[in-house]
């Protein structure tokens, strides 16, 4: 398996423009994990899903935030529109159950000029 | 505040010295977990002890469960300069969905 994927690795934007951030999790795991990780605030949870239903979006910062899984094998996380503050690595994980061992992406590194 | 707190923030040792991070937490769980994060990249599970384990072992780690003093303990042995990393406790907690809930992280560098 090649494990977690994320695309893009890298993402630079300008205030305001809309980002996508996309995860392709393990297959058979029914659990999938948004995190964003800062030097300031370490790792937060954005939201989870499982089976492709979102469980708890209390991490979600505000209304520009936004993720979507619309099947088993993707899932987007979308902010519309940016802003410096969210420049982060964004990290999508899955797992078998939620509270199983997770398996991390890559990250994308965001960064909002 | 965090489920999880590892305790140091950071920490420095020397190849070949035993590194000793700990973990805290506030209420009852299933079973505790510890990761470990390269700089740059994303999270990789090292060991799982559940509630009802004490302590468990893997190549150099250690870990300890004491859930009379909600704390846990990873010892990584013999030390070596790729060791360095972050190192997180994560716990699923009774309450709250059991969902894994991730600490703050010890930073650990190992000087060659």
């Known amino acids: 398996d090649a494990g977690v994927i994320q695309s893009p690795r890298h993402e630079v934007t300008e205030m305001g423009q809309e980002v996508t951030l996309r995860c392709k999790p393990i297959?058979?795991?029914?659990?999938l994990f948004w995190y964003r990780q800062t030097m300031m605030r370490g790792l937060e949870l954005l939201i989870y899903?499982?089976?492709?239903?979102?469980?708890?979006d209390s991490g979600m910062p505000e209304d520009r935030f936004s993720a979507k899984m619309p099947n088993a094998s993707f899932s987007t996380l979308k902010i519309q529109p940016s802003e410096p503050r969210d420049s982060a690595v964004y990290f999508c994980?899955?797992?078998?159950?939620?509270?199983?061992?997770?398996?991390f992406g890559p990250g994308t590194r965001l960064t909002v000029l | 505040s965090q489920q999880g707190e590892e305790d140091p923030q950071a920490l420095s040792i020397q190849e070949g010295e035993n590194a000793t991070m700990n973990c805290s937490y506030k209420?009852?769980?299933?079973?505790l977990q510890w990761y470990r994060q390269n700089s740059g990249r994303g999270l990789v599970h090292l060991i799982l002890?559940?509630?009802?384990?004490r302590e468990k072992h893997s190549g150099r780690l250690r870990v300890t469960l004491d859930t009379s003093k909600k704390s846990s303990s990873l010892l990584i042995t013999a030390s070596r300069a790729a060791d360095t990393a972050s190192y997180f406790c994560?716990?699923?907690?009774?309450?709250?969905?059991?969902?894994?809930?991730f600490g703050t992280g010890t930073r650990l560098a190992v000087r060659p």
């Open positions: 994560a716990t699923d907690m009774k309450s709250s969905g059991d969902k894994l809930t």
């Open positions: 297959s058979g795991h029914n659990s």
């Open positions: 002890i559940r509630s009802n384990e």
């Open positions: 899903f499982n089976n492709n239903v979102p469980i708890d």
């Open positions: 994980a899955s797992s078998v159950g939620w509270a199983d061992t997770q398996y």
């Open positions: 209420t009852s769980i299933n079973n």
